[in-house]
Nanobody, 115 residues
Framework: QVQLVESGGGLVQAGGSLRLSCAAS????????MAWYRQAPGKQRDLVAT???????SYVDSVKGRFTIARDNTEGTVNLQMNSLKPEDTAVYYC?????????WGQGTQVSVSS
């Protein structure tokens, strides 16, 4: 059974930091590309950052220079370090694992940034 379990969300003031973590089980983690998405109330789910199985990273423009995605293949985890948080970063953040034509999702973790 595949499980992606996110943690680390919470409430923080603008300018603060949070570190999200996603623990994966039931998949060949090192073969999967990993990503973080977010969904704000009333909006679609959007891609935030990706890290390939080989470690290459990419980010949406709005988080470049503030967020860092990293993976630990030994632990089967992917983290999202979020610095200089803004109110517009408020959303439910989801972990995603994908490979070929299959992908898996976590249950999400709430991030709220107050102004």
């Amino acid at each position: 059974q595949v499980q992606l379990v996110e943690s680390g969300g919470g409430l923080v003031q603008a300018g603060g930091s949070l570190r999200l973590s996603c623990a994966a089980s039931g998949i060949a983690f090192m073969l999967h590309h990993m990503a973080w998405y977010r969904q704000a109330p009333g909006k679609q789910r959007d891609l935030v950052a990706t890290i390939t199985s080989g470690g290459a990273t990419s980010y949406v423009d709005s988080v470049k220079g503030r967020f860092t995605i990293a993976r630990d293949n030994t632990e089967g985890t992917v983290n999202l370090q979020m610095n200089s948080l803004k109110p517009e970063d408020t959303a439910v953040y989801y972990c995603n694992a994908f490979r070929n034509d299959r992908d898996y999702w976590g249950q999400g973790t709430q991030v709220s940034v107050s102004s």
